[in-house]
């Protein structure tokens, strides 16, 4: 089996001011990879990502600034296990968002996108749509993705 840690919408520091180390700490310990969907703001907040020293998956956001989007992709294909996988940031508005976001991708699984703040996981099409919400949230929100074959669960925090 394979645990992901996502995060999206960090925003530091424009929406907030501090990384919540004592919320991610652990999962990030347990994790075996971790997946970064944008909106990061800036590029300290890929060097704490990368800083956990598990193998990271990440994408621009909208809100990057150009050192963010000139070293990371807009979107991303990574196979896990039997799964495949597309990764994106997303854009536009909330609703319809998923149906935009299909059509970036062939082929794929499970898309994880970010975006909208608000956490979402469920099959549509075919395919799984898994949003961890926004770390930027009063309540700081993220999410673990664990993949067994070709089997998907996820669990928002």
């Not at 004592?22 to 997946?35: H, P, S, T």
């Not at 935009?100 to 975006?115: K, M, S």
Request: hydrophobic share 40%; glycine share 8%.
């Amino acid at each position: 089996m394979t645990k992901i840690l996502v995060l999206a919408d960090i925003h530091i520091p424009t929406r907030m001011f501090d990384f919540p180390f004592d919320k991610i700490n652990d999962y990030a310990k347990a994790c075996d990879l971790i997946f970064g969907l944008g909106d990061y703001v800036n590029e300290t907040i890929i060097d704490i990502i990368n800083s956990y020293g598990k193998k990271t998956f990440l994408v621009s956001g909208n809100m990057d600034n150009n050192l963010v989007k000139i070293k990371l992709p807009v979107k991303q294909n990574i196979k896990i296990e039997n799964v495949n996988i597309g990764i994106i940031h997303g854009w536009g508005a909330p609703w319809g968002i998923r149906n935009r976001i299909r059509h970036e991708f062939t082929d794929v699984n499970l898309i994880c996108y970010g975006h909208t703040h608000e956490q979402y996981f469920s099959k549509e099409n075919g395919i799984y749509f898994f949003n961890p919400g926004s770390l930027s949230n009063n309540t700081p929100q993220f999410g673990l993705l664990k993949i067994k074959g070709s089997e998907i669960s996820a669990e928002m925090i």
